[in-house]
């Protein structure tokens, strides 16, 4: 990895993306309250956020949205406003207007003030759509918040875990007041390991007594648990 010290701008020279295709360039190390490294990288000319275990973000190639994006025919769905559940480096509006033409109204919830810092820095000045950035804990937004949604993406993680609290029963039930009629929600998590597995086949079972008609997306470790506001019906 090559190592650079950190950049104030948010152009990177061409040279810095060109090697980023051969190899992931270093652009800012950091550290907050919540994650105890944290690192901003060029790869294949592309920012990425990450920690010592974890992608938090990675633009267009964060791939378990992606690919659910593209398998729920994101595009074919009337949505206007998107919660945002863990922006991290602001991945799904980068790659909902990027790479779908979507023009949205974002509400991103983000309770780590430096990964908003980051996100503020690296990405979000080169979107046009509107990001509502609310630095504060998601569980306690979703309680408070009295706002319905037409997407939802739940991503929060501390490293690789989901913290307990974003797991239960309530909190779903929560989650699910958040979706508008014909919305959609998401829910990420990891299905890598055993341990991993064994806590997403739990919350899986405890959204199907929450969410008729849920279903699940396996993308490479990850999970995403869909949910789709419409009676039940399966995509």
């Known amino acids: 990895m090559l190592l650079l010290q950190s950049t104030k701008g948010m152009k990177q020279p061409f040279w810095k993306k060109w090697y980023s295709y051969l190899d992931d360039v270093l652009i800012e190390q950091t550290e907050s309250l919540y994650n105890e490294d944290l690192y901003v990288l060029l790869c294949k000319g592309r920012y990425q956020l990450c920690t010592n275990n974890a992608i938090y973000s990675y633009a267009d190639k964060y791939e378990n949205f992606k690919i659910a994006f593209d398998k729920l025919r994101i595009e074919e769905h009337d949505i206007d406003e998107v919660l945002i559940l863990g922006m991290g480096m602001a991945s799904i509006p980068y790659m909902l207007e990027k790479i779908y033409d979507r023009d949205y109204h974002y509400t991103a919830v983000?309770?780590?003030?430096?990964?908003?810092?980051l996100a503020s820095k690296y990405v979000l000045n080169d979107l046009s759509s509107s990001v509502d950035i609310i630095t504060t804990d998601a569980y306690h937004y979703v309680k408070m918040d009295k706002k319905k949604y037409d997407?939802?993406?739940?991503?929060?993680f501390v490293d690789v875990e989901v913290p307990n609290k974003f797991m239960t029963t309530p909190f779903l039930h929560e989650l699910k007041n958040k979706v508008n009629d014909k919305g959609i929600l998401l829910y990420n998590i990891l299905s890598d390991t055993k341990?991993?597995?064994?806590?997403?086949?739990?919350?899986?079972?405890?959204?199907?007594?929450?969410?008729?008609?849920?279903?699940?997306?396996?993308?490479?470790?990850?999970?995403?648990?869909?949910?789709?506001?419409?009676?039940?019906?399966?995509?």
Do not use: H, Q
């Open 195 to 235: 341990k991993d597995l064994a806590n997403s086949n739990v919350l899986l079972e405890k959204c199907k007594t929450v969410f008729p008609g849920v279903g699940y997306y396996e993308i490479k470790g990850n999970r995403i648990i869909y949910w789709v506001n419409d009676g039940g019906a399966s995509l």
């Open 110 to 117: 983000e309770i780590d003030e430096v990964v908003c810092g």
């Open 151 to 156: 997407l939802v993406a739940m991503d929060v």
